[in-house]
């Protein structure tokens, strides 16, 4: 799947004056507080909860597609395009609803880390069918 597949879970966020850099754009650091915001409430959804076990971000990537300004309001699309045995890879589409277009696309590795070990776990049958769930997947 591309970094344009569906992506089931939307949050919508306004843009903050105080996102803004000294260019008068949002800062490019915002957009991963964008994918993060949305990330937490896929999360959520998905029963993916922080205990002793749960999910760590390994890589995060951010295309660039439009620069954002203030006052807008965002929509955060968030979905997961492959389910490993400790791992999986989320998509991220940024969308500006002001403007009508897509603003930025990104994709992000996470890892299942077991907090206590220190180390990688299996992501847990669970939160696998949970997710299958959400992305609309036969388990």
Do not use: Q
Request: a neutral charge.
């Amino acid at each position: 799947m591309s970094l344009d597949s569906r992506c089931p879970v939307h949050v919508e966020l306004p843009v903050a004056w105080g996102d803004m850099d000294a260019l008068g754009h949002v800062n490019n650091t915002v957009y991963f507080r964008y994918f993060e915001s949305g990330r937490i409430v896929y999360f959520e959804r998905a029963g993916a909860g922080f205990r002793e076990t749960g999910p760590i971000l390994a890589t995060a990537s951010c295309e660039f597609l439009l620069p954002l300004t203030y006052p807008d309001t965002v929509r955060v699309e968030v979905g997961v395009t492959r389910l490993g045995t400790t791992s999986f890879t989320m998509v991220y589409r940024v969308v500006s609803l002001g403007r009508g277009a897509l603003a930025a696309r990104g994709a992000s590795v996470c890892v299942w880390y077991d907090y206590r070990a220190g180390a990688k776990a299996a992501l847990p049958s669970d939160v696998r069918a949970r997710i299958e769930a959400l992305e609309g997947r036969a388990p």
